[in-house]
């Protein structure tokens, strides 16, 4: 499965390496609808990130959707946001938008 759109001949060597790799969060959270899922299944959302989130009102994946969303699915916007609001580090910022950018382009 590569998490870009274009097709593997056109992809850099680099961008091979780092599609190739799939985390199991990130496979499990792609391989079903979202429903009500806690936002803590998001990829790159760990325990402490997640508590932050609940307490800004981001409980559900669906809702952290929602914001990815409402910012255009501008990721650099979206990792902003999630650093600046939510203490996220970059990497987590990062895969949090991956995430929910494959998630959109799975399911919408």
């Known amino acids: 499965m ?3 759109h274009q097709s593997p001949a056109t992809e850099s060597p680099s961008t091979l390496r780092m599609t190739n790799y799939i985390s199991t969060k990130l496979r499990t959270f792609l391989g079903e609808p979202m429903g009500e899922k806690c936002v803590a ?3 790159g959302v760990d ?10 009102g981001f409980d559900k994946a669906y809702v952290l959707l929602g914001q990815f969303l409402l910012m255009h699915k501008k990721e650099d916007d979206f ?3 999630l650093m600046l609001r939510c203490g996220a580090t970059q990497q987590e910022a990062q895969k949090i938008s991956v995430c929910l ?3 959109c382009s ?3």
């Open 106 to 108: 799975t399911f919408i």
């Open 47 to 56: 325990k402490d990130l997640a508590i932050i989130l609940m307490g800004y």
């Open 101 to 103: 950018r494959e998630w």
């Open 79 to 81: 990792q902003m946001w």
């Open 2 to 4: 590569y998490l870009s």
């Open 41 to 43: 299944f998001v990829d």
